[in-house]
């Protein structure tokens, strides 16, 4: 939509009475947001208030945690009734949870703008947005980010900013190690001065338990977790240890790799799909593999640009392609599970296959990875 054609609809709406002030303002706000740029906490914040507000037949916010230094966790909600009733599945998109990635939260509002200014003329997006809610959260590592603006020598900070444990000065946990997923097993550090510090229990951090709370009270709903980073340009499926793989690991392969094709078609950038131990390394308590493991069938870390010249300082220039093309892959694997889910397609249940062998899945699947993780520690498992 040209500016012209934009501002000649927003008269018209005025002038016929059928729009208020503030949705008005929501719209304008919306449509002048510069989504080239990276921005501050405070005018994301904003963004979602005038996103919310400008949307209200499609957009609603809920705070669904704090940080540890007491800052709200918000997510906006992406959908459309549907006339019939149907119960809606969930998709979950999250970014921000490591502070220095910044390209993440901003795909994250690139990812609500496309939706918000095309389902009107998307029937295929505007039929997902009637079966589907879209839960996105800009910016989980709300105090980490912060901290990541505050100066230069803070800006490649990467984790949150809980306390130091005793007898020691180094603050904050790797959120992205806190998950109940094999938690403290490998590609972990119990240096609270390490970047990748899993904190002192699964979940011992208010930022990680927000999410665990909050997905798993809809987790027989939700069809998708992707979750956003930087960098590497991967596409990550579960699971992080390699003795371990989810029982529908191939098609998990496959989509991913047709949501890898369609990344390239946009502006030619290759995206490796795999699990972490065969394309970058072994880990464990990621938000990617907890959310296989409690039983969301398709779990996916996004490993935005680049390969290595900048990391984590991508060029403001680069982050209009590196969203365009995380939207197209991240489209075609919402379609995909999607169309699976409502064209009487089957779901897989358990949550993951341990050397061969399939086993159960919710907290089943807790207390078996609790076990495996005892058993492969000690080596009782080669």
């Known amino acids: 939509m040209t500016l012209e054609c934009w501002t000649l609809g927003l008269f018209l709406l005025i002038n016929s009475g059928l729009t208020s002030h503030s949705l008005v303002e929501g719209l304008q706000s919306t449509w002048r947001y510069d989504y080239t740029k990276y921005h501050p906490m405070d005018e994301i914040y904003r963004w979602m208030e005038d996103v919310e507000r400008g949307n209200p037949e499609l957009v609603s916010s809920a705070v669904y945690g704090h940080t540890y230094e007491g800052r709200n966790i918000t997510l906006l909600k992406l959908g459309l009734e549907n006339s019939e009733g149907r119960e809606k599945k969930v998709i979950w998109v999250d970014c921000g949870i490591h502070a220095r990635e910044?390209?993440?939260?901003?795909?994250?509002?690139?990812?609500v703008k496309q939706i918000v200014h095309t389902y009107k003329s998307n029937k295929k997006l505007e039929q997902m947005l009637q079966n589907l809610d879209i839960y996105v959260t800009p910016v989980i590592n709300v105090?980490?980010?912060?901290?990541?603006?505050?100066?230069?020598?803070t800006r490649l900070w990467r984790k949150s900013r809980s306390a130091p444990p005793p007898e020691s000065s180094c603050y904050g946990v790797d959120l992205n190690r806190n998950f109940?997923?094999?938690?403290?097993?490998?590609?972990?550090?119990?240096?609270?001065?390490?970047?990748?510090?899993?904190?002192?229990?699964?979940g011992s951090e208010p930022e990680a338990k927000a999410v665990m709370d909050f997905v798993a009270r809809m987790v027989k709903q939700t069809l998708c977790f992707l979750t956003i980073h930087s960098a590497g340009q991967l596409i990550l499926l579960p699971y992080g240890h390699p003795e371990i793989s989810a029982p529908n690991y191939n098609e998990l392969v496959s989509v991913g790799q047709a949501a890898a094709e369609e990344m390239k078609k946009v502006h030619g950038m290759n995206y490796t799909v795999g699990t972490s131990p065969q394309i970058l390394y072994p880990n464990s308590g990621s938000s990617r593999d907890w959310a296989r493991l409690i039983g969301i069938p398709f779990s996916y870390t996004?490993?935005?640009?680049?390969?290595?010249?900048?990391?984590?300082?991508?060029?403001?220039?680069?982050?209009?392609p590196?969203?365009?093309?995380?939207?197209?892959?991240?489209?075609?694997?919402?379609?995909?599970?999607?169309?699976?889910a409502f064209n009487n397609g089957t779901l897989p249940n358990a949550a993951v296959t341990v050397m061969g062998f399939t086993s159960l899945s919710g907290v089943?699947?807790?207390?078996?990875?609790?076990?495996?993780?005892?058993?492969?520690?000690?080596?009782?498992?080669?």
């Open 102 to 111: 910044w390209i993440a939260p901003a795909f994250c509002q690139w990812f």
């Open 143 to 153: 105090d980490g980010y912060i901290f990541t603006w505050a100066n230069d020598s």
């Open 180 to 202: 109940n997923a094999n938690w403290g097993m490998l590609g972990v550090s119990f240096d609270s001065c390490a970047n990748t510090y899993c904190g002192t229990s699964p």
């Open 302 to 320: 996004f490993e935005l640009r680049d390969k290595g010249e900048f990391s984590h300082l991508l060029p403001e220039e680069q982050i209009q």
């Open 322 to 340: 590196a969203c365009e093309e995380a939207y197209a892959g991240a489209l075609s694997i919402i379609t995909y599970v999607h169309d699976k």
């Open 364 to 382: 089943a699947m807790t207390i078996w990875s609790t076990l495996m993780a005892v058993c492969l520690t000690a080596g009782v498992l080669v």
